[in-house]
Every structure is written in structure tokens, then in C-alpha cells.
């Protein structure tokens, strides 16, 4: 799209990012990072209120909505050696593992090797406690899982669903009980497996079961009624949270700040969403909101941007930033414009409370600012992959994510370069999206899809609709430029590509079922198709309806695109 198209007001641009404060991002941050804020307690509720405040304060309508979600807090663990009573373990449980009796678990803890037989058996498993290895222990017969991490005992979750559990995936929750020991007592308990058979005992109690939650919606309108953008961060943390998420909220509240002061310039609305039940719940608020309010956002939300761990103590990796295809452009100029740097981005997944992948929502940033990398380090801090990142810090998850951690800084250039992302996409006559390139990512993992399935799936029918849709892509960017499209209708069908697109890209269930939590496949409608080309017999049979019935449902979404466009007139 030729750069006149994307004319917002480059001078009051400027402006704005010389007016993002310092002092009070570090003043809203300290204040924030003051309440340990656990989802659906009192310190959250707090936060909350605190935030609400001040966003009305700067003419924003609020409203704080409250909704039942399935949450889990970790309360205490312990874990003991009875032949060796003097060994000391500093430990902790996790979110939605089992709790143990009173008398605890108890069981010979093994150190496996690939293949060996955990049946019967408390397993020590090397890294961050996570679902998949929760899952895997217990399929082949493990009783508890010990985790090991590095200096640091970080705080996480092993429930694979996302959001509230149903009654059709209630019983994938984990049913064993797990802790987390630092790498000290992991190589204790190694050295000790090494010279003969161990026997431990385990204690975890975790609080889990339904809750009421807070979620703060504050809206400001632009100069056109209707659209809006959706900019959101979640408010709840493991202790005090100042990095993850307190800055974060913070970024919010200050590009909100100069939105709200800057309103009769924009064209957009702008909607911020506070989500409780990130961490302890499996992203519960965001899940909960989408579910809700499907049928506005799915008519008048032009996109959501999430901010998450921004601003901390020598986050110098920006490089890589989550991103989609379509808003990669869109954030490389904010980057540039603000950093003079060149953006690598990498694949946005599933975290960040990006609830939105079903109903078609383009999604810009999640963790943001990284570590560089250090291959001589051990930490397990959360990191999105990339080259250069190397995670959001050692105190990530843990009691030492305290103010000291947040470096002002890194903190005014994060929320510079949001507030440049925010302002474009808020008032850009046409929407700064590309959908070229999320049309040319497609047809890149449809043309791989095809040579690891050869024959054993028709895939032409959907090579032939999504040319067209390419090709009527590119015609309609073609007229786009020549300024031959009105903005009102240009924008409608820039909102109709993405929510026809982005299930393509992003979704492997059902529009309207959340798919699970972790690592998100390159082409998640068809991640595992590659068995069909060595499945024979009942094996094939019993695949091959599964991904006839996703490629006709590639089918009808590349069909609403070239209905989207057709409707334009190209």
C-alpha cells in the first residue's frame, strides 16, 4: 500500500511520543507492584479499582464487569527424603496440579532416560513445569512429577486447556501432583538416584475451583462511530508483578492517557481490556470476554494489541517481537520510528491472552521487550523463541519481580513505540494491514503441506481458492493505491479478510472452541497431517476424514475472503 494511503498526522505523532512520561509510568507501575495481585483476591481487586480510578480521570467510560472462571493457586509444598532427613528442598507446587493427602505422596523418584518405564514412580524431570510433560508422565503411569529448574523456583501452570475447563475437557486436567526444585536440589537428587534407590514424599496443596472475577473495560470514541481498537494487558501476577504485568499496565494506562487527550484527532475508538486469569487460570478473562462478546467484536473490533512485560532491567531484544504477517509492516515502521532499528519479528503464538484467533481478530505484539541471549545460561524464564531472545528476565515468575526490576528507560521506548502502533492503527485512513503477506504465508505452508502429504489428500481444491483470493488481494490493494476505494469500504473489507484469514493461519479447532494451550504449529488446521503419506488400513481410515473435513473448512473460509472482495467491487 503506497505511504499516502496511510496518512495520520506525522507531526502529531511526534508529539505524542515526546509527551509519554516517564514519571508516570514508573509512578503507576510502583503503585501497581505494591498489591501481590492472585487472581480473584483482595490485592487484585485493588489494583483494579486503582486503575479504574484514573482511567476515568482521563474521560474514559468504565465499566467493571465481574464473571465466574475457573481459577487454581498454588498454596504450599514440601518434599522430603526419609532416609536423609538433613536434606533441605525449597520448593513449590503449581497451578491446577494435584493436591496430595495430608499424608502426602509417597514414592521411589527416577531420573528416566528416554524409553525407560515411569509406571509407578515420582519422575525428576529437567525445566520449567509445564502440560506437556505433566501429560506425558502420566500416560505412561507416573505418579508425580518433581521439576527442576534453574536458581529460581518459577511460578507456572500445567493445565493444557485454555481457559475454563468443560465438561468435555475436564478430564484432561492433570491428576498428579508436581512441585518445582531449584537446580541445587535437583543435582542433589540426581547425585542421590545415582548411588541407589530413592524414596520421597511429596506435599502440595493447590486451591482450585470456580471464582468470581474483576474485568475493567474503558472505552473513548474516535471521530467515526463504531470501530474500535482492542488494547489490552492482564492485571493479576505471581507476587508483586512489576515487569509481568504491572509495567505493562502501566504502557496502557499512559498511551491511553495521550489517546484520551488527543481524541478529536483520531478516527477510531479504542476499547482497554484488564484481564484477570492470565497466569492462574489459562488466560480465564480474555477467554471468558471472547466468548461473551463474540458478536460485537466480531462486528466492530478492528484488532487487538496486548502488552505483556514491557520495560524490563536490560530487555534490550526487540527485535523479535510476536507479530502477525499482515501488522508486521505496522510494527516495523513503530520500531523504526522510534528505535531506528529493523524488526526480524517471529510468529505470534499462543500466549498473551490472544483469545481472539477464532474470531478472526489481527493480533499486534504480546511479550515484548527480551534478555539477550546467553548460551552459558541455564535460566528457564519464559521466552517466545527467536535468536536473539533469551527470555523476560530470571526474576520472570518469581517473588524478585519487584520495581527494582524495571529499568524507566526501557520502560518510556516500549510504551513509545505501543503508542505509536496505537496511534496508527487508530487513525491510518485505511487500516495499516497487509493482507498480501498473511495470503503469501498461507500459500508458503500450503505448498509444504502438500509435498508431506503427496497423494493422500486432495489439496487443489484449496490451492485453487486461495489463488483467487491472492490473486483479488493483490487487485484490491492495486485500487487501494490509486485511492479509488472509499475508507469506510476499504476498512470493512480490511476487517472481512482478517477474520476470513486469520483461522487459516492461526486456528486448529472449531472457530468457537479455544485450542489449547503451548507451542502453536506453523499450520495448526493441519499440524500431524504428514502421517496420512505412511498411514495404510485403519490407520489411514480413521485420519483421513479428519483432514478431508479441515481442508473443507479452509475452503469456506478462503470463500468468505473472496466474498469479502467481491463485495468491494475487485
Avoid at 493447590?206 to 474483576?214: A, F, I
Avoid at 488466560?283 to 466480531?298: I, K
Avoid at 473489507?493 to 479447532?509: D, I, T
Wanted: with cysteine; aromatic share 10%; hydrophobic share 40%.
Amino acid at each position: 500500500m503506497a505511504d499516502h494511503h496511510l496518512d495520520y498526522d506525522q507531526v502529531l505523532e511526534d508529539v505524542l511520543l515526546s509527551e509519554v512520561s516517564r514519571d508516570n509510568l514508573m509512578e503507576w507501575t510502583g503503585k501497581i507492584a505494591t498489591w501481590v495481585r492472585l487472581s480473584g483476591a483482595t490485592g487484585e481487586a485493588e489494583a483494579m479499582n486503582y486503575v479504574n480510578g484514573i482511567l476515568k480521570s482521563f474521560g474514559y467510560r468504565t465499566e467493571l464487569l465481574r464473571h465466574p472462571a475457573f481459577i487454581s493457586l498454588p498454596v504450599s509444598a514440601s518434599l522430603t527424603i526419609p532416609s536423609d532427613p538433613q536434606a533441605q528442598f525449597k520448593c513449590i507446587t503449581h497451578s491446577f496440579a494435584k493436591s496430595t493427602a495430608k499424608s502426602g505422596l509417597s514414592g521411589e523418584l527416577i531420573y528416566p532416560k528416554k524409553g525407560d518405564c515411569v509406571r509407578g514412580k515420582i519422575v525428576l524431570v529437567d525445566g520449567m513445569a509445564s502440560s506437556k510433560a505433566c501429560l506425558e508422565m502420566e500416560a505412561g503411569g507416573a505418579i508425580g512429577e518433581i521439576f527442576v529448574s534453574d536458581d529460581y523456583l518459577h511460578e507456572s501452570a500445567v493445565s493444557p486447556l485454555w481457559g475454563p475447563p468443560t465438561r468435555d475437557t475436564l478430564g484432561m486436567l492433570p491428576v498428579t501432583p508436581s512441585i518445582t526444585v531449584t537446580c541445587q536440589g535437583g543435582d542433589y537428587l540426581k547425585n542421590a538416584i545415582a548411588r541407589g534407590p530413592v524414596q520421597v514424599r511429596i506435599h502440595t496443596a493447590v486451591d482450585t475451583g470456580w471464582r468470581q472475577l474483576p474485568l475493567l473495560i474503558a472505552d473513548i470514541d474516535g471521530r467515526e462511530e463504531g470501530e474500535f481498537l482492542l488494547f489490552s494487558s492482564h492485571i493479576d501476577s505471581w507476587h508483586y508483578g512489576a515487569m509481568d504485568n504491572g509495567a505493562a499496565n502501566a504502557t496502557v494506562m499512559e498511551v491511553a492517557r495521550l489517546a484520551a487527550e488527543h481524541r478529536s484527532s483520531l478516527r477510531r475508538g479504542l476499547r482497554l481490556a484488564f484481564w484477570s486469569g492470565h497466569s492462574h487460570g489459562r488466560f480465564a478473562g480474555s477467554a471468558w470476554y471472547a466468548d461473551h462478546y463474540w458478536t460485537e467484536l466480531l462486528d466492530r473490533c478492528l484488532g487487538h494489541v496486548n502488552a505483556d512485560s514491557t520495560g524490563g532491567r536490560g530487555a534490550s531484544v526487540l527485535e523479535e517481537i510476536p507479530i502477525m504477517p499482515q501488522s508486521f509492516g505496522l510494527a516495523a515502521a513503530a520500531l523504526k520510528k522510534v528505535t531506528g532499528r529493523n524488526l526480524a519479528g517471529k510468529r505470534i503464538g499462543r500466549f498473551g491472552d490472544q483469545s481472539f484467533y477464532g474470531i478472526g481478530l489481527t493480533s499486534t505484539f504480546a511479550t515484548f521487550s527480551e534478555q539477550p541471549r546467553d548460551p552459558g545460561s541455564e535460566g528457564v524464564g519464559f521466552h517466545t523463541g527467536g535468536k536473539l531472545s533469551g527470555g523476560l528476565g530470571w526474576w520472570w515468575h518469581t517473588e524478585f519481580d519487584t520495581i527494582d526490576k524495571i529499568d524507566p528507560d526501557n520502560l518510556l521506548r516500549d510504551t513509545r513505540i505501543y503508542m505509536a502502533t496505537v496511534y496508527r492503527l487508530l487513525s491510518c485512513r485505511y487500516l495499516p494491514y497487509d493482507f498480501r503477506a498473511l495470503c503469501r504465508y498461507i500459500s508458503e505452508q500450503l505448498d509444504l503441506l502438500s509435498r508431506s502429504v503427496g497423494q493422500r489428500l486432495d489439496l487443489e481444491p484449496a490451492r485453487a481458492r486461495l489463488s483467487e483470493v491472492a490473486r483479488t488481494t493483490e487487485r484490491f490493494y492495486e485500487v487501494l493505491g490509486r485511492g479509488e476505494i472509499e475508507p469506510p469500504k476499504a476498512n470493512r473489507v480490511l476487517r472481512e479478510l482478517s477474520l476470513a484469514l486469520v483461522p487459516c493461519a492461526f486456528k486448529e479447532n472449531e472457530r468457537t472452541d479455544p485450542d489449547f494451550f503451548g507451542a502453536i504449529p506453523a499450520f495448526p488446521m493441519f499440524d500431524g497431517a504428514e502421517r496420512l503419506a505412511s498411514a495404510e488400513g485403519d490407520e489411514f481410515n480413521l485420519l483421513y476424514p479428519i483432514y478431508l473435513r479441515r481442508r473443507n473448512r479452509f475452503i469456506l473460509y478462503l470463500t468468505e475472503a473472496v466474498q469479502a472482495l467481491e463485495r468491494a467491487g475487485v
